[in-house]
């Protein structure tokens, strides 16, 4: 009897290896990773490159990004489809725009979820982790930040504007100048 039992389980533990065995040789071989940084309250394109680290075509059929805001983790749809991914290539695949929540600048973890048929076309999700820079969007000129330069900016071309259409001449009172036309002067006109 108890050779008949070993027998037993060496049969169930062989079939059991040779399952996992040929899954694991049918699933597909990739990486992910998800293209920061993000700006918080501001509408943003996710960006999520796939790589096909196997030795045969993958397809995927969908790439969603989930982030951890404080509180709330929100869950992004990137891509839903089909794409198929050569042997040692990547594609980028990137979202509609989504609007990012009122967060405080930081960093966040994400995952990234790639929904993707190997070889045999079993369909297989795999998840991969990081993190995720989050900060204002802001516009900065000549290393300028945009609290400087825009105010400036309003200041400067009103004044550039005025100095090339008028020329300051002296005056006899106050003020002590005065703007005159810098083209066209005076006309006469015919009657």
């Known amino acids: 009897m108890s050779a008949t039992r070993g027998v037993l389980t060496f049969a169930i533990l062989a079939i059991v290896s040779l399952t996992l065995a040929g899954s694991a040789t ?57 794409a198929t991914i050569a042997p040692g290539e990547t594609r980028e695949f990137v979202s509609a725009p989504e609007r990012m929540p009122s967060e405080v600048e930081g960093t966040y973890p994400y995952t990234v979820y790639v929904l993707a048929s190997g070889p045999d076309g079993s369909v297989v999700e795999k998840r991969f982790t990081g993190t995720v820079e989050a900060s204002k969007y802001s516009i900065s000129a000549f290393g300028v930040p945009e609290i400087i330069f825009v105010p400036a900016m309003l200041t400067i071309l009103p004044i ?32």
């Open 26 to 82: 049918a699933d597909w071989s990739g990486s992910a990773s998800f293209e920061g940084p993000v700006h918080i309250n501001f509408d943003e394109d996710l960006r999520v490159t796939v790589t096909n680290t196997g030795g045969q075509n993958m397809v995927v059929n969908w790439v969603a990004v989930t982030i951890v805001w404080p509180g709330t983790p929100t869950y992004y749809r990137v891509f839903d489809g089909a």
């Open 160 to 191: 550039l504007a005025t100095l090339l259409i008028f020329r300051l001449e002296r005056a006899p009172g106050w003020p002590f100048f005065r703007a005159v036309p810098r083209f066209g002067g005076h006309r006469s006109r015919r009657t």
